[in-house]
């Protein structure tokens, strides 16, 4: 007989998540050894080369200046109508597909993807995503009685590993007749990786193969958290339009995030997003994810909805907040590029990085790598074959000298 009050399907390893873990050593050593002799890239979060946490004023000052009950009423349960469709425009910008579009408010990008995998999955099914990913998909996974399967991410020429991506594709779909991948782009964590339009093209020429078998299902998932911080010039969101036309068993979802573009981390804002040939999906998927708003969290946070909603409809409010973000995408740019240059000085290898919060680094041993530098007081978060660096949270300087380090601690442990 099982001791534990908790369910079979419930019970969970004793330990405590590993970023935030870490994290609190990072501020421990602060406190002993000063902020300035601390090189803490722990947590995926903007801060100012002091350290203080990034909030927008232009987003901020709108909301303190909301009446009361427009914070704090309940909003409709699917979003507020003016949200859902404000949604749209901050996904898709310039570039919305001519397809059925739907969107569904969710507490941020972790709710589209709880929606996502809970919705389009059944019990026991496998979900796909690249051999580095945002440890959470695994444990939303596993929450969910599914489980994670993943494909070597990198070929040898530095671009996305397709061939990969196919085999273990084809084989899940076969099995299950029913498949979600998960695509974390552009501006991939923990790599830093932008799917190029070339590879994307290849990747819908591997869906609509499986989709010639009218019982397939075939549902991919584009997790776009980190898609504001990708520099303007890249032009990062074009290939959003290749999602039209598809064939009516081919289902494209997006999990769209405010915490990062809009610093609402805590807020708790998002929307999953769906794109379909068929309009009749399209109206499937908005009342199967309003119901499961209803059964999990009920609905959103009605004042960070309205922030967003003003920002992209109305230009006196949303003129300060983009020139206010483009500031900081600069700022990251620069944090990136001044870490990829001390690299190869350093002579240490990088896993492909095109924009975003976070660069990674190759690594054996992950772990015993990590536990070496915090007894430099660099502090990294191990990940499943890599380093994970969050540049978003370092000053330039320091990014100029962490990769010496990390070298060494990589020497040391006979990396």
């Known amino acids: 007989m099982s001791n534990n009050m908790v369910a079979d399907h419930a019970i969970r390893p004793v330990e405590n998540d590993t970023i935030f873990t870490i994290s609190a050593k990072a501020s421990e050593a602060v406190l002993k050894y000063g902020a300035e002799n601390v090189i803490n890239s722990s947590m995926g979060v903007l801060l100012e080369d002091n350290g203080d946490f990034v909030a927008f004023e232009s987003v901020y000052s709108y909301l303190k200046d909301l009446d009361n009950p427009k914070i704090a009423a309940y909003a409709s349960i699917e979003g507020d109508n003016d949200f859902l469709q404000a949604v749209k425009k901050a996904c898709f910008n310039e570039h919305m597909p001519n397809a059925y579009i739907k969107a569904v408010a969710t507490p941020g990008g972790s709710g589209a993807i709880h929606h996502a995998i809970f919705n389009y999955t059944n019990i026991g099914d496998s979900i796909l995503t690249s051999g580095l990913y945002w440890d959470p998909y695994n444990t939303i996974c596993l929450e969910n009685s599914r489980k994670l399967d993943t494909y ?91 999602f039209a036309g598809l064939e009516e068993n081919i289902l494209v979802l997006f999990a769209f995030s405010a915490s990062k573009g809009y610093t609402m981390y805590g807020l708790r804002n998002g929307a999953l997003l769906c794109v379909t040939s068929k309009e009749e999906i399209a109206e499937e998927f908005f009342y199967t ?87 430099k007081n660099l502090f990294v978060i191990p990940l499943q074959t890599g380093l994970r660096f969050a540049v978003c949270a370092v000053s330039e300087e320091k990014c100029m000298s962490a990769p010496k380090k990390i070298k060494e601690a990589l020497v040391e442990c006979d990396e």
Request: aromatic content about 12%; hydrophobic content about 35%.
């Open 289 to 375: 994810n309003l119901h499961s708003n209803r059964g999990t969290w009920s609905n959103g946070t009605k004042g960070a909805m309205r922030v967003l909603t003003v920002i992209i409809n109305d230009e006196k409010v949303g003129k300060p907040f983009y020139e206010e973000r483009n500031h900081y995408v600069k700022l990251l740019r620069r944090r990136a590029d001044a870490f990829l240059e001390a690299s190869k000085e350093a002579d240490l290898e990088l896993y492909p990085y095109k924009d975003g919060f976070f660069v990674c680094i190759p690594c054996k041993n992950p772990s015993k790598v990590s536990q070496k530098l915090m007894e």
């Open 152 to 242: 070597n991410m990198f070929n040898d020429d530095g671009g996305l590993d397709i061939e990969a991506f196919k085999e273990k594709f084809d084989y899940h779909l076969n099995k299950q007749k029913r498949l979600l991948t998960i695509f974390n782009t552009p501006a991939h964590n923990p790599t830093g990786y932008s799917i190029s339009n070339e590879e994307w093209d290849k990747i819908i020429d591997i869906l609509k193969a499986g989709a010639e078998n009218k019982e397939n299902k075939i549902i991919i998932l584009v997790d776009v958290a980190y898609i504001d911080f990708c520099d303007e010039k890249f032009d990062r969101r074009s290939f959003m339009e290749k």
